[in-house]
């Protein structure tokens, strides 16, 4: 029956297996000609797919096991950050972040370097203080900061090509309360005050969309324990699905849509636990690629961006998304190099966009960005070595775990076989 991924652009034969012990998992994979990993499928780049072994974990039996000093937990790999953040909030205990969806698995998300937004908050990978790894003979084995340390530096953002994880361990914090504000802004004044808000509040982020004049911002700050009030939001998704589809069957539409759009009233806001307020429906299907832009070079660069296409008046639906993420010291991650604007650019799934990103992604890479793995770029091997220093060494910790490659696919092949 084959697997596809979240907005069906990427699709695979091979069989989707659920072991429910990691026995089985190590069957499985010893067996296999190739495997790969698969969560909730949020990956727009072919990371999952394979002709042949996809495993999910999220059948596997587990638990949750908290540390006794209550800063780190053991964690299944395969649950996702929904079913994992409701059970820290059960045990007083929460993610010190979270991105803006949650049905990812813990392992995919921490693998690819998703993230949310925050001056002085990395991405999940970040938080990972070890991990339980079932290599290409089957056998489970453990790395951390000081056993298999080399495996565990790589394994930190993996891509899925050091073995499958079963279980990690990971930094938790206090449980806490967030509110959540949405307004609008004009694009000029958060082009010239978005540092000094992000100076000033624990999460600060806007939606632009790129024909239009006035931004969406949410910012998050924690709060007093409380019942959350109702969402006041105006702009529903089913009117924002049908002004997508009218500019899905007639683009030169689309700037004019958008400026009607944002004449709606979209200030509104939540209150609650931080793990029901940090997540977002996304049901709408979209393609996306993401750049990690170093921080000072952010605006400027999704400036030009959006100038490009207002100038070629390009049916550009759905807005860019702007964050920001602290500097960490993973080998492969977009952080490691100092702290990033991280721009998201979404097109609409039934509107073209492998053009539109392929030159975008140029704007992006001139002033010195990153993509984030799972999100669609076109880097090739030779890009790797010049973005990343540590990159063979990288593969040299994969050619020692994995000689014969089991834990590749064609993409990742290209890039680190």
């Known amino acids: 029956m084959g697997w596809s991924n979240w907005s069906g652009s990427v699709k695979a034969d091979g069989a989707v297996h659920l072991p429910r012990t990691e026995e089985e998992l190590g069957a499985l994979v010893r067996a296999a000609r190739t495997v790969r990993p698969t969560g909730a499928g949020h990956s727009f780049m072919p990371l999952c797919a394979s002709d042949d072994v996809i495993v999910s974990l999220a059948e596997m039996e587990s638990r949750l096991a908290i540390a006794s000093d209550r800063k780190t937990a053991r ?20 993610l010190a972040n979270q991105g803006d969806v949650n049905p990812q698995s813990l392992a995919g998300a921490m693998a690819t370097g998703t993230h949310g937004t925050g001056r002085e908050l990395g991405n999940l990978a970040s938080f990972a203080r070890g991990f339980r790894l079932v290599g290409p003979d089957g056998q489970a084995t453990w790395c951390d900061a000081s056993t298999e340390v080399d495996l565990f530096e790589a394994q930190r953002l993996s891509l899925g090509m050091f073995g499958i994880a079963t279980e990690i361990e990971c930094d938790v914090v206090p449980a806490y309360h967030l509110v959540e ?16 808000l992000a100076d000033e509040l624990r999460h600060v982020e806007f939606w632009l969309f790129p024909h239009a ?21 105006d702009m529903e998704e ?71 296409i207002r100038k070629k008046r390009l049916p550009v639906s759905f807005p860019f998304e702007f964050r920001i993420v602290a500097a960490d010291d993973i080998w492969m991650s977009p952080m490691n190099a100092g702290p990033v604007a991280a721009i998201s650019m979404h ?16 704007i992006f890479r001139a002033h010195g960005g990153r993509p984030h793995w799972a999100k669609r770029h ?12 540590m990159a063979e060494r990288y593969r040299a910790v994969r050619r020692a775990v994995d000689p014969a490659g089991k834990f590749l696919n064609p993409h990742l092949e290209e890039l680190f076989g």
């Open 238 to 308: 089913a009117s924002f699905r049908r002004l997508l589809n009218l500019g899905a069957l007639f683009p030169p539409l689309v700037p004019t849509l958008q400026r009607l759009m944002m004449r709606v009233d979209m200030s509104g806001g939540r209150r609650g636990p931080a793990h029901t307020i940090f997540p977002s429906d996304r049901t709408i299907p979209f393609e996306e690629m993401e750049y990690e832009m170093p921080q000072s070079a952010g605006l400027e660069t999704l400036d030009e961006v959006v100038s490009w």
């Open 75 to 94: 964690i299944p790999a395969g649950w996702s950050i929904k079913r994992l953040t409701q059970e820290l909030w059960e045990n007083g205990l929460a």
């Open 181 to 196: 504000r949405i307004e609008k802004r004009s694009w000029g004044e958060v082009r010239e005050r978005y540092f000094e």
């Open 213 to 233: 004049d006035t931004v969406i911002l949410k910012t998050l700050e924690p709060c007093d324990p409380c019942d959350p009030p109702p969402t006041t939001t």
């Open 347 to 362: 097109q609409y799934a039934k509107m073209p966009w492998r053009s539109l990103f392929a030159d975008a992604e140029a």
């Open 378 to 389: 076109r880097l090739g091997r030779d890009d790797v070595d010049a973005l990343y220093p």
